[in-house]
């Protein structure tokens, strides 16, 4: 029997503190529902936070109340045997980690760290506490709400000053457009179904055409503004991959056709044409000062000039220049289809302004038909432009092949491929091992939970003992999303006689929602849905190594903790909420808990994808303590489920329940780090 561990008086304070703001909300979620925040609640948390000037008040006032009366912490007992339960990773102790080595580990570190059993005074274990960063990490935590008006005013206001700034700021410089029409496209390219939308004469469901119709809803686009000669904003030499794009930047606005036009009262002038080459052709001379167009075909008997070709004979007559852009094909490679999502890559150069010399009538080598030649010579003084070095470095593909994509981060893993993306630069997720269920070493005989026995459905809160254990009301409705948050939820368990199908296993059956990791701006990497999330919908678990509290101070990097604590007994946090789960009720205290010892996850090294899950001051999951496969209410799983209704590319987030100023760095000095989340309720600083 390992003695317990007597903590100085400050870590005790600081103790108690983590214990007291461990803090879950009072608010209730269901499909399309959503209220403002309880303001009791807040507004008791803001007090409680204001009325204690010293840990010492809140340490009092807590002890006062009843609350975090377990100041002992206890050495971890390593000398248990690990055991392999349903959804525990199986291979730990092979990996050389077995009791005995660990025994000594723990003595070891214990007496390098100045703990002793029965004697921690020593001033070395605050320097120890210290040492892990944080006294407490991300928790489960609480959400602010806003009802959808708000949310939806909230997005106008947003959309509207996007399209003031963009749309003055376009005039002066298109390519501006153009990087928000790139960037709604690559947005796009990484759905995996391209979304419908309806319109005029657009040809839906093409990744190009959707894109464009969003940009141009964003801006004041207008497709009858046309230039002759140079388009303010563009360069001889710029490349771009899209025709579309050529229509964002006004280069040519027709969307099909190779010629465009300027209509006059004398007839229609071309101002610009797309030419498609031959890329090995090209290759070979690089000489672009005379080049060749085909005009459109006509009838064998035809003679007449219209249309397009017309237009053309019109600039020859007039001297007007014409804007020449060469288009070119290549065929990509099984790699790139899968990121393009295209068999073929289309290369558009601008080469600058021409002057049409001369043209013909040409027979078709089939001799069908005639088509009208061109004959175009670049204005002198312009820039030089070496087609073959554009095309030989592909750098201007990179918009499309931009930093790394990778198919499936858990490499099969999941049920629901979790594919990675990044579009900011080429750097690739960090390495640590995948995994789908706890890893633990400290989950030592877990108390088999009590099964029920039905086999006729387990919604009758009388006869599931599982439902019984949930208060008496089942925690999910008919749709399988959770009801409110609480305390703790009860799953039905491997020792249950209802079948996988049961409506009280939700999170047990793992990831069915399409998620993405990607790389953000200023966040690192995150995680976003890629499609629509009903809120109260579970949508994944903090997989990870379990670690005793002890352990997580050991650990150096404290980027991937998350406490998981047990707040089941603070009454004040539940207040208007259910919470007559009867193995929370006092006097029930299960041997668990007798010893306060708590735990944390780490996926620093092992876990899923929700490491990636980056904090929100207003987020849209909650992390929901819950049990299905073991009893030991200390060490509940955290699952994230959905607090509100998320829309496909959002990202998904958790409130991490850091408290400012009460993070610390190995020399026990406050540590700071600002809150990019970017919402309306950002408090700037994420600790
Ligand atoms: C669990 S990790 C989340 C994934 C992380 N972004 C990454 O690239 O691995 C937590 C870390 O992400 C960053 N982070 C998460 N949310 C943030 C936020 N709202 N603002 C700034 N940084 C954030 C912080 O560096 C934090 O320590």
């Given at each position: 029997m390992v003695e317990p561990l007597k903590i100085s008086k400050e870590s005790s304070e600081k103790e108690v503190f983590r214990k007291k703001r461990k803090v879950l909300a009072p608010w209730r979620f269901q499909e399309g529902y959503e209220r403002w925040p309880?303001?009791?609640?807040?507004?008791?948390?803001?007090?409680?936070?204001?009325?204690?000037?010293?840990?010492?008040?809140?340490?009092?006032?807590?002890l006062k109340d009843g609350h975090g009366a377990n100041n002992t912490m206890y050495f971890e007992c390593p000398n248990k045997k690990i055991n392999n339960i349903e959804g525990l990773e199986p291979n730990y102790v092979n990996q050389g980690l077995?009791?005995?080595?660990?025994?000594?580990?723990?003595?070891?570190?214990?007496?390098?760290?100045?703990?002793?059993?029965?004697?921690?005074?020593k001033p070395q274990i605050m320097s120890k506490l210290y040492k892990a960063v944080v006294t407490w990490r991300f928790q489960p935590g609480f959400k602010r709400h806003f009802p959808e008006e708000h949310k939806l005013s909230l997005q106008r206001k947003h959309h509207y000053s996007v399209q003031i700034s963009a749309s003055c700021e376009l005039a002066a410089n298109p390519g501006l457009g153009l990087n928000e029409f790139r960037s709604i496209y690559r947005e796009l390219l990484v759905e995996e179904k391209t979304p419908q939308v309806s319109g005029s004469g657009i040809a839906c469901g093409r990744r190009d055409w959707v894109a464009f119709r969003k940009y141009k809803e964003r801006n004041s686009y207008d497709e009858a503004k046309k230039f002759i000669g140079e388009v303010p904003g563009?360069?001889?030499?710029?490349?771009?991959?899209?025709?579309?794009?050529?229509?964002?930047?006004?280069?040519?606005r027709q969307y099909q056709s190779s010629v465009d036009f300027i209509k006059r009262e004398e007839g229609n002038l071309a101002i610009s044409v797309v030419s498609y080459g031959d890329m090995g052709e090209l290759k070979k001379k690089n000489k672009i000062d005379i080049v060749e167009f085909s005009g459109s075909s006509v009838e064998a008997s035809d003679v007449t000039l219209d249309g397009s070709n017309l237009a053309l004979v019109r600039s020859l007559e007039t001297k007007t220049p014409v804007r020449f852009i060469y288009g070119f094909t290549r065929y990509l490679t099984a790699a790139e289809i899968l990121k393009v999502k295209a068999k073929r890559l289309n290369t558009y150069i601008y080469c600058g302004l021409y002057t049409i010399e001369k043209y013909w009538r040409k027979r078709s080598d089939d001799g069908t038909h005639y088509y009208y030649v061109f004959r175009l010579r670049r204005v002198t003084g312009q820039a030089d432009l070496n087609i073959r070095e554009i095309l030989e470095s592909r750098k201007s593909e990179s918009f499309l092949f931009p930093g790394m994509y990778m198919e499936d981060l858990s490499f099969g893993k999941e049920k629901v491929p979790v594919s990675v993306v990044n579009f900011i630069d080429s750097e690739k997720p960090p390495f640590f091992k995948y995994i789908t269920g706890l890893r633990t070493r400290v989950l030592q005989d877990p108390t088999p939970p009590d099964g029920c026995g039905c086999t006729d459905g387990c919604s009758d809160s009388m006869k599931c003992a599982c439902v019984v254990k949930n208060g008496g009301e089942l925690p999910f409705n008919d749709k399988g999303h959770i009801v409110e948050a609480k305390p703790l939820v009860f799953e039905c368990g491997p020792a249950c006689k209802c079948p996988p199908t049961c409506v009280n296993r939700v999170s047990q059956h793992g990831l069915k929602y399409r998620l993405q990791v990607f790389k953000t701006k200023k966040m690192g990497w995150g995680v976003r849905a890629l499609q629509y999330i009903p809120s109260g919908s579970f949508v994944c678990e903090y997989v990870a190594e379990l670690i005793s509290d002890q352990e997580a101070q050991r650990r150096s990097n404290d980027e991937y903790l998350f406490s998981i604590g047990s707040n089941y007994y603070d009454e004040k946090l539940w207040e208007g909420l259910k919470t007559s789960i009867p193995a929370l009720q006092k006097g029930k205290i299960s041997k668990d808990l007798e010893g306060g010892e708590t735990f944390t996850l780490d996926t620093s090294e092992f876990g899923n994808f929700s490491r990636f899950i980056n904090h929100s001051c207003m987020p849209n999951l909650y992390a929901q303590n819950l049990l299905y496969d073991h009893d030991n209410k200390s060490m509940p799983r955290i699952m994230f489920f959905a607090c509100e209704n998320i829309q496909p590319m959002e990202e998904l987030s958790y409130h991490y329940?850091?408290?400012?100023?009460?993070?610390?760095?190995?020399?026990?000095?406050?540590?700071?780090?600002?809150?990019?989340?970017?919402?309306?309720?950002?408090?700037?600083?994420?600790?």
């Open positions: 309880n303001r009791n609640w807040a507004q008791k948390l803001g007090d409680g936070r204001k009325s204690h000037a010293t840990n010492q008040d809140l340490l009092n006032d807590i077995d009791g005995k080595v660990q025994l000594e580990e723990n003595l070891n570190s214990a007496k390098d760290s100045g703990y002793s059993s029965g004697n921690s005074t563009t360069r001889i030499g710029d490349v771009f991959h899209l025709r579309i794009e050529l229509c964002v930047v006004g280069l040519h329940n850091y408290s400012v100023d009460q993070v610390h760095d190995a020399n026990g000095n406050v540590k700071k780090l600002k809150c990019f989340c970017g919402t309306e309720e950002c408090t700037g600083w994420l600790y």
